[in-house]
């Protein structure tokens, strides 16, 4: 049985999806979807050697070897262009995340969709979608272990979507007038904060105890590039609590 989080997922895996799954670790992810008929093929990627030996063996042990190909390379390195319509990748920074798509644009070629769940950092994934011509379709966050996880979903937009992508961070006033600029909207989620539901409450609360935290460091130097990063937290934390303050 799937964890919470990766069955979230594998849900939104497309059936007859050729998948790759890049950083896979155990394989869980992809083993998952061929078991289940979701998927015709799969790339299993994996750059770290003990993980890519614990996904080699998952998929022998699984019978699966004929569907699913388990191989050891540099996110999407693994890949060659044409070869999947779906990549996921779970489990990691939103940075990494997008530093991994970013170097690998070439390989995106015939890549409809993507599925991405990233540990800390969604604002950078979300950018690097919205600088490249993906439209995100969906956020879902969960808790799971006392762990909060967002699931996002993009598609590779049409010529005529393209134009209208930023539309989804533009700026706007929640109903008590309260301003949310595009950079937060693209921290926060603009379906999430649409949603607002309980759990992101939740993990935003504890954001701003992080925040506090960082700014109560900075306040310990005098040095002027800190006291200026700690106005600059501080008003950071000001917005996010605006925010959440109004949709509660
Ligand atoms: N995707 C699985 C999940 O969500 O349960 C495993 C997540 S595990 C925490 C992150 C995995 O990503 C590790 O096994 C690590 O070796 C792998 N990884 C990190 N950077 C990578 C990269 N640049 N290319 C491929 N795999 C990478």
């Known amino acids: 049985k799937l964890s919470k989080r990766l069955q979230m997922i594998a849900d939104r895996?497309?059936?007859g999806s050729k998948v790759a799954d890049i950083g896979s670790d155990h394989a869980l992810l992809p083993t998952y979807l061929a078991q289940q008929g979701i998927i015709v093929a799969a790339v299993a990627g994996e750059v770290n050697p003990g993980p890519f030996e614990a996904a080699q063996r998952q998929v022998l042990e699984s019978?699966?070897?004929k569907i699913?190909?388990?191989r050891s390379g540099d996110g999407l390195a693994v890949i060659e262009p044409g070869e999947v319509?779906?990549?996921t990748i779970a489990g990691m920074g939103g940075s990494l995340m997008a530093s991994i798509l970013e170097a690998g644009k070439s390989k995106l070629v015939g890549v409809g969709q993507l599925i991405l769940q990233p540990n800390v950092g969604e604002e950078h994934v979300r950018r690097w979608l919205l600088h490249n011509g993906w439209k995100?379709?969906?956020e879902t966050i969960l808790e799971e272990d006392g762990k909060i996880y967002e699931v996002?979903?993009?598609s590779l937009a049409g010529s005529e979507e393209i134009g209208a992508l930023g539309m989804l961070y533009k700026e706007r006033s929640l109903p008590d007038g309260v301003h949310v600029?595009?950079?937060r909207l693209q921290q926060m989620g603009p379906y999430l904060i649409n949603e607002a539901p309980e759990v992101w409450f939740i993990k935003w609360e504890s954001e701003l105890k992080k925040l506090a935290m960082i700014v109560d460091q900075l306040k310990l130097s005098t040095a002027e590039a800190s006291i200026a990063k700690a106005e600059?937290?501080?008003q950071e934390i000001r917005e996010i609590k605006e925010v959440l303050a109004c949709l509660q």
């Open 85 to 87: 319509n779906v990549i």
């Open 63 to 65: 019978g699966l070897s």
């Open 13 to 15: 895996v497309p059936v």
């Open 181 to 183: 600029s595009s950079e």
């Open 136 to 138: 995100l379709d969906s």
């Open 232 to 234: 600059q937290v501080s």
């Open 68 to 70: 699913i190909q388990v």
């Open 152 to 154: 996002l979903t993009a």
